[in-house]
């Protein structure tokens, strides 16, 4: 899962990222407002974490572009501002959440992935199709109750597709959902390639009730048999 982190305090942001990075998620930073607007005009995220005071800009800026592009990016706002005006104005151009500073990151990790269950998992703690269900805060899969044996990558794929049955989901797309600003890591989208071959093979072993499905000149979609 793909967490955006909008933060000028550098300290705080590369401690925030740090901590998320433990919990394997792949987090990419913005330092001010057009960093910012440069990557939600490029860009999903499963969560987005926003100050309201930002160099060049104002979250609550940020907030009403998500609501012009229709975006449902999950977005939890973190700012030193403790007002009621502040809390009302974010959440009614469309924040989930509203977490001041100092907090500790225990809390904010916990926040984070109650906002992706509530995005992807009607807050439920695992999300399931045909025989398979997937537990994003453990990072476990089970067939039928069995478990299966993934590798992170594998994980994150087969969560992104889980996320989004039946959706025809392009190897460029996959790629920035498991690799972010880390995209050249990826030594070229053979890589996905052979990830979701493995994956397919693993599901198929498991005799699992879903399929990804490769959907020529696309890309692939997880359907259930």
């Not at 907090?103 to 695992?126: D, W």
Request: net charge negative.
């Amino acid at each position: 899962m793909k967490i955006l982190i909008v933060e000028d305090e550098q300290n705080l942001r590369e401690t925030i990222a740090a901590s998320l990075r433990k919990e394997k998620f792949v987090v990419e930073v913005a330092p001010d407002y057009y960093a910012a607007l440069d990557k939600i005009n490029d860009y999903d995220y499963d969560c987005i974490l926003l100050d309201i005071m930002l160099p060049g800009g104002s979250g609550l800026d940020l907030l009403r572009e998500l609501k012009r592009l229709h975006r449902s990016d999950s977005v939890l706002i973190i700012s030193a501002k403790d007002s009621l005006d502040d809390k009302v104005d974010g959440l009614e151009l469309g924040a989930d959440d509203y977490l001041t500073k100092p907090f500790h990151l225990a809390e904010l990790n916990a926040r984070v992935k109650s906002l992706i269950r509530r995005r992807h998992a009607q807050g439920e703690t695992s999300i399931s199709l045909g025989n398979l269900s997937l537990f994003p805060d453990k990072r476990q899969v089970e067939v039928g109750g069995t478990p299966l044996q993934l590798n992170r990558k594998e994980f994150d794929l087969l969560y992104y597709f889980v996320a989004n049955p039946n959706r025809v989901i392009n190897k460029m797309s996959l790629a920035e959902s498991v690799w972010g600003d880390n995209i050249d890591q990826a030594d070229s989208l053979d890589f996905i390639y052979s990830q979701v071959k493995n994956l397919r093979k693993k599901l198929k072993q498991a005799e699992a009730t879903v399929e990804l499905k490769a959907v020529y000149g696309f890309g692939y979609k997880l359907t259930e048999l």
